[in-house]
């Protein structure tokens, strides 16, 4: 019997066909993830321009955090490897913490509006400024560790729209990558400024002003100093940090979180060494001014900011507070035994 040829309508013509050119692409697209290392199981859609595909990629490998630990590889790589220093020896040990709080490096003040000038060149001229000026009024004392508190709203903004992370808008004097690269030489000077006295450790407090970038400056200068022996970091997100000198316990955080008053106890959960130190202080920042409170067995206590009120501020009428950059001194033994000052 003659065989029956098989006859199509339009319509099925049209489906054979569009399933041929759908499997051409999707052999195509697969073909392009293998090439560009993207799993191809990741692209949730697709669309096709000129000979290349746009992809919507979720769970891929590719993004920010690939891309900040090829930038810290490579800040490792070449990094400098800094002379060992040997620090002299002695029975009466100080722990020397310096904390320039709420530097706000990228904030753009007028007298004109606000009744003085604040911009980044003001902001690292004081820092630096400050630290010199409290190493000199320190070297009376023996000191043999030096705890530096970083981050704390150090760059002033998040992104490329100059608002906080929460998205409030701020005044800038810098583009962005201007402000970090200014934020990344300002704490590497320091940093190198006070090995000089005694080992350093690096303690980062997340902020509500640059929550990511300041997480990724401090990771920065993590890779910048890897090769230096005598200068150690904690620069996990964790809002709040502690550090044991001998019979102290310091803890800092930002300030913009848990209450105040809830802070003793979260440190006494927090810290392994709640039971084993008995001098416990917290120090906090965000409200620019001087705060100091006594505890059931912890000081907490506010830092001054080295910056002036912006536009709003002034408006509030957030102003007139000492604008300064503080230490303090902790004996092993003893506890916190002095502070200095650097007024602006």
Same mark, same amino acid.
């Given at each position: 019997?003659?065989?029956?040829? #098989?006859?199509l ?31 191809f ?17 979720? $769970?891929?490998?590719?993004? =920010? ?7 810290l ?12 220093i ?9 722990? #020397? ?8 490096? $990228? ?11 604040? $911009? ?53 004097? #810098? ?17 190198e400024l006070?090995m ?27 890779a ?40 003793? #106890? ?29 505890? =059931? ?48």
């Amino acid at each position: 019997m003659p065989s029956k040829r #098989l006859r199509l309508s339009t319509d099925e013509c049209a489906v054979i066909e569009d399933f041929r050119e759908s499997k051409k692409k999707h052999d195509a697209l697969k073909q392009e993830c293998e090439e560009s290392g993207i799993p191809f199981e990741d692209v949730k859609y697709y669309w096709y321009k000129s000979e290349k595909f746009s992809m919507n990629v979720a $769970n891929t490998s590719v993004g =920010m955090d690939s891309v900040i630990l090829d930038i810290l590889k490579d800040i490792k790589k070449y990094s400098p490897k800094y002379p060992k220093i040997t620090y002299p020896k002695s029975t009466d040990s100080h722990l #020397l913490v310096i904390d320039p709080s709420d530097i706000h490096i $990228n904030k753009l003040a007028s007298a004109i509006e606000t009744g003085e000038d604040y $911009n980044h060149n003001i902001a690292i001229q004081r820092v630096l400024e400050a630290v010199k000026s409290l190493i000199n009024k320190s070297k009376g004392f023996s000191i043999d560790k030096v705890l530096f508190v970083i981050g704390n709203d150090i760059l002033h903004v998040d992104n490329p729209k100059n608002t906080t992370t929460g998205g409030t808008h701020q005044d800038v004097s #810098l583009m962005w990558y201007d402000a970090f690269k200014l934020g990344q030489k300002l704490l590497t000077d320091c940093i190198e400024l006070l090995m000089q006295i005694a080992p350093v450790h690096v303690q980062y407090d997340p902020s509500n002003h640059d929550y990511t970038s300041g997480f990724f400056l401090a990771q920065t200068i993590e890779a910048w100093f890897n090769k230096a022996s005598n200068i150690t970091f904690n620069i996990s997100p964790m809002h709040r940090k502690y550090f044991r000198y001998h019979n102290n316990i310091i803890g800092t955080t930002h300030g913009d979180g848990a209450k105040e008053s809830d802070l003793p #106890l979260l440190m006494a959960h927090e810290s392994p060494d709640w039971s084993s130190c008995k001098h416990k202080y917290i120090y906090t920042h965000h409200i620019h001014h001087k705060k100091s409170r006594d505890y =059931m067995g912890v000081t907490i206590e506010s830092m001054r900011s080295p910056s002036g009120p912006d536009s709003w501020h002034m408006k509030q009428g957030y102003v007139h507070a000492p604008k300064a950059i503080e230490c303090f001194l902790h004996h092993k033994d003893y506890g916190q035994i002095a502070r200095f000052s650097h007024i602006f």
